[in-house]
Nanobody, 121 residues
Framework: QVQLVESGGGLVQAGGSLRLSCAAS????MGWFRQAPGKEREFVAA????????YYADSVKGRFTISRDNAKNTMYLQMNSLKPEDTAVYYC??????????????????WGQGTQVTVSS
């Protein structure tokens, strides 16, 4: 059983930055997803168990950085140059299978409660 607790969401102006954190009780490959009102949950970024491999959605590549500190059992999402279209509830997720990483939400077994990110124009 993996427990995930997110923090760090909030309101920011376009062009600003936020850092999300996800405290995890286990060491698995992990990812970030987001869901805007009326839209499906979409993949944002993923990171391998050791942190050496990462993957990003095209919409955030070059602006967001996923990382993890396994000594602290915490994953991060640094979000820079935020745009109004980044507004969504952001979820962290953990994949307990032995995959390097995955972009598919159905492959993730555990999910955090979500944290709201709102970017004003």
């Amino acid at each position: 059983q993996v427990q995930l607790v997110e923090s760090g969401g909030g309101l920011v102006q376009a062009g600003g930055s936020l850092r999300l954190s996800c405290a995890a009780s286990g060491r698995t490959s992990m990812g970030w997803f987001r869901q805007a009102p009326g839209k499906e949950r979409e993949f944002v970024a993923a990171i391998s168990r050791g942190g050496g491999t990462t993957y990003y959605a095209d919409s955030v590549k070059g602006r967001f950085t996923i990382s993890r500190d396994n000594a602290k059992n915490t994953m991060y999402l640094q979000m820079n140059s935020l745009k109004p279209e980044d507004t969504a509830v952001y979820y962290c997720a953990a994949d307990s299978a032995l995959r390097l990483l995955t972009t598919r939400p159905e492959n993730y077994d555990y999910w955090g409660q979500g944290t709201q990110v709102t970017v004003s124009s």
